[in-house]
């Protein structure tokens, strides 16, 4: 059996990344042979993989906590300047915020979803991109065309619903003794934008609700070793840190966390009124 959970979310997590950011701080940790928890919060999760061939970022957090970011890719060992591609999951500002500022210092490859930004430039008064210093990307997604950098291939599936162009990613980490990890990370597994009120005052199609419960019933039954989250609370993440070790990411190997996380998001989107 697995040790998932959910926990409560932080009541008001922009009081803290506004005026005490700190009080957030998270320590990086590794989550998988080559990848790293580097969001250097406890709020936002963002993920550093090295390829072997430079680093791959995905998300960004916010532009207000930006230094928590880059202090903690620092602490992992590694230098935010040999980024070489930043994935966004989707246009929200704390996953987005810091997006401008790193592709200007790293010059890095951005991706991002067609979907999110069309709403970026449609619609920037929207809580999507709220705050969030105005980017360009270099990529849209490609669901048939897998990103490659160094050791990874990293297939994207579009999922849309908490964003129009919410997207999750899915890899294979190789240990050095040989041993393969699937990894997969949702891209925006929150449920509060499925609410009908939402969707017709942004204008999305009500059917995005029910494309978000059968993405997750699908996803539920794909075979995935490690499950990486956009927000720790959601499987009790951080519960999995090895405080003496934090290169120790044994306790991240766990077939069932994926496969209960993708079913209980699946029934809350189902069960919400």
């Known amino acids: 059996m697995s040790n998932f959970m959910r926990v409560p979310p932080i009541k008001d997590p922009y009081d803290y990344i506004d005026n005490h950011p700190w009080d957030l701080a998270q320590r990086p940790f590794r989550i998988a042979p080559h990848v790293w928890y580097v969001s250097g919060n406890s709020y936002v999760g963002c993920y550093l993989l090295d390829t ?25 060992g590694y230098s935010p300047k040999d980024i070489k591609m930043i994935l966004l999951s989707h246009g929200h500002q704390d996953h987005c915020g810091g997006l401008r500022a790193l592709q200007e210092m790293t010059r890095a490859k951005v991706y991002m979803s067609h979907e999110d930004y069309v709403v970026k430039q449609e619609h920037p008064d929207r809580v999507l991109f709220h705050y969030a210093p105005d980017f360009e990307p270099d990529v849209f997604f490609n669901d048939e065309k897998p990103i490659t950098l160094g050791r990874f291939t990293i297939k994207t599936k579009l999922c849309p619903g908490h964003t129009p162009g919410t997207t999750s990613f899915f890899f294979d980490d190789v240990d050095e003794d040989g041993t393969v990890y699937r990894c997969g990370m949702h891209g925006g597994a929150g449920t509060p934008f499925l609410m009908t009120k939402f969707l017709v005052e942004y204008g999305y199609p009500l059917s ?18 490690i499950c990486l989250t956009s927000h720790h609370n959601m499987t009790n993440l951080l519960s999995g840190v090895n405080p003496e070790d934090p290169t120790d990411f044994s306790a991240f190997v766990d077939k069932n966390v994926w496969h209960d996380f993708m079913l209980e998001r699946a029934a809350d989107a189902e069960n919400m009124v």
């Open 52 to 76: 072997g061939d430079g680093l791959i970022l995905i998300d960004t957090f916010e532009i207000r906590a930006l230094y928590l970011l880059t202090e903690a890719i620092r602490d992992a």
């Open 208 to 225: 995005y609700k029910q494309r978000f419960i059968d993405d997750c019933r699908e996803m539920a039954k794909w075979d995935i070793d």
